[in-house]
């Protein structure tokens, strides 16, 4: 529990962007592999991207690629989701999460979780 700390949630109008940050321990950011999911109203949580964290291997939910881009800052234990183009259908609850495993059995099993940041995109 409080592992993981996201921001950077609001209202945005579609065809915009925001930038989603979330601040993790070191001890867990050296070693793990970080993710965001998202959950939308009456949905299942589904994944979004996930980033190694060694050399940075990336990974995408189809509806996420070459709109989204998941990134992370080394020196200061954050990853990022660079969210561009968005549409009404991306409005969710964006979780971040750890998990001691590769860019795709993240997708399966996470061990850490953030509390969530609402995103809202408004037609």
């Known amino acids: 529990q409080g592992q993981l700390v996201e921001s950077g949630g609001g209202l945005v109008q579609a065809g915009g962007s925001l930038r989603l940050s979330c601040a993790a321990p070191g001890r867990i950011f050296r070693d793990y592999t970080m993710a965001w999911f998202r959950r939308a109203p009456g949905k299942e949580r589904e994944f979004v991207a996930a980033?190694?964290?060694?050399?940075?291997?990336?990974d995408y939910a189809e509806s996420a690629k070459e709109r989204f881009t998941i990134s992370r800052d080394n020196a200061r234990n954050t990853v990022y989701l660079q969210m561009n183009s968005l549409k009404p259908e991306d409005t969710a609850v964006y979780y971040c999460?750890?998990?001691?495993?590769?860019?795709?059995?993240?997708?399966?099993?996470?061990?850490?979780w953030g509390q969530g940041t609402q995103v809202t995109v408004s037609s």
């Open positions: 980033i190694s964290h060694s050399f940075g291997r990336t």
């Open positions: 999460a750890a998990g001691y495993g590769s860019i795709w059995s993240i997708r399966r099993s996470a061990d850490y």
